[in-house]
C-alpha cells in the first residue's frame, strides 16, 4: 500500500500569515503501522518516509499530546521513539506554576512516566497538567500528561513526581509530525557559539 498522506509536501511559499505571524510548524499527519509498549525501549512505525518530507529529529504528536521523535526512515516509513523509552528524554513545565523538569521513563509501567528537577518549595497537586517547555524541540505548551503522585527524593531537594500520559500509547493510530522550520538556523548560532569556547 501507499503511505496514507500526499506523496511531497509543499510547504506555502508565503511563510508569514494575515495576521503578521511568521509560520515555525509544519505538522504532516501519519499512520501508525507498528507498535509497542511493553519493551524497556519501545519505537512505534509511521508510514511516512523521505518521499513525504519526513527527517530524523522531527517531532511526533497525536491528538492527545506528546508522543515520540523520528529516529530512523526510509523512503517510506519512519520509526520513531516512544516517549516510553529509557532513553526519552523530554523538555517539560508544570502548567500552573511555570517550573522546568525532565520526562524521563523508567520502564516499567507503560501508564506513567516520571519529572524529575522540580524543586521541593514548589506548589503542586495531583491532577496537575505537565506540558511541554519552550526548551523542547517539541511546540510548547503541548500536553504531556497529569500528576498522579507526588513523592520527596531524598537525596535532593527536588520532587519525584507520577505523571499519567496524556496518551494512551495502546491506541496509538494516527500522529502528526512536526517539522521545526526554524530548527535549522538556531542549531547554527548554537554551534556558532561551541565552536568559540
Given at each position: 500500500?501507499?503511505?496514507?498522506?500526499?506523496?511531497?509536501?509543499?510547504?506555502?511559499?508565503?511563510p508569514?500569515?494575515?495576521?503578521?505571524?511568521?509560520?515555525?510548524?509544519?505538522?504532516?499527519?501519519?499512520?501508525?503501522?507498528?507498535?509497542?509498549i511493553?519493551?524497556?525501549?519501545?519505537?512505534?512505525?509511521?508510514?511516512?518516509g523521505?518521499?513525504q518530507g519526513?527527517?530524523?529529529?522531527?517531532?511526533v504528536?497525536?491528538?492527545n499530546?506528546?508522543?515520540?521523535?523520528?529516529?530512523?526512515?526510509?523512503?517510506?516509513f519512519?520509526?520513531?521513539m516512544?516517549?516510553?523509552?529509557?532513553?526519552s528524554?523530554?523538555?517539560?513545565?508544570?502548567?500552573?506554576?511555570?517550573?522546568?523538569?525532565?520526562?524521563?521513563?523508567?520502564?516499567v509501567?507503560?501508564?506513567?512516566?516520571?519529572?524529575?528537577?522540580?524543586?521541593?518549595?514548589?506548589?503542586?497537586?495531583?491532577?496537575?497538567?505537565?506540558?511541554?517547555?519552550?526548551?523542547s524541540?517539541?511546540?510548547?505548551?503541548?500536553?504531556?500528561?497529569?500528576?498522579?503522585?507526588?513523592?520527596?527524593?531524598?537525596?535532593?531537594?527536588?520532587?519525584?513526581?507520577?505523571?499519567?500520559?496524556?496518551?494512551?500509547?495502546?491506541?496509538?493510530?494516527?500522529?502528526?509530525?512536526?517539522?521545526?522550520?526554524?530548527?535549522?538556523?538556531?542549531?547554527?548560532l548554537?554551534?556558532?557559539?561551541?565552536?568559540k569556547k
Open positions: 500500500s501507499s503511505p496514507d498522506t500526499a506523496q511531497q509536501i509543499i510547504t506555502d511559499t508565503v508569514i500569515d494575515t495576521s503578521g505571524t511568521m509560520r515555525k510548524y509544519l505538522y504532516m499527519d501519519a499512520e501508525v503501522v507498528n507498535n509497542s511493553t519493551q524497556p525501549n519501545n519505537y512505534f512505525t509511521i508510514h511516512r523521505t518521499k519526513i527527517e530524523p529529529g522531527m517531532v504528536l497525536s491528538a499530546g506528546v508522543a515520540g521523535v523520528v529516529m530512523d526512515v526510509t523512503e517510506n519512519a520509526s520513531v516512544s516517549m516510553l523509552n529509557k532513553q528524554r523530554i523538555s517539560a513545565r508544570l502548567k500552573k506554576t511555570g517550573e522546568s523538569g525532565r520526562i524521563e521513563w523508567d520502564g509501567n507503560p501508564r506513567i512516566v516520571l519529572l524529575r528537577d522540580i524543586p521541593k518549595s514548589v506548589k503542586l497537586a495531583k491532577g496537575d497538567s505537565v506540558i511541554t517547555s519552550q526548551y524541540d517539541f511546540p510548547p505548551g503541548v500536553m504531556i500528561g497529569v500528576i498522579e503522585k507526588v513523592f520527596l527524593e531524598q537525596s535532593t531537594n527536588n520532587y519525584l513526581l507520577h505523571v499519567k500520559p496524556s496518551n494512551d500509547f495502546s491506541r496509538l493510530q494516527n500522529v502528526f509530525v512536526v517539522s521545526n522550520l526554524q530548527r535549522k538556523e538556531q542549531l547554527e548554537e554551534n556558532k557559539l561551541k565552536k
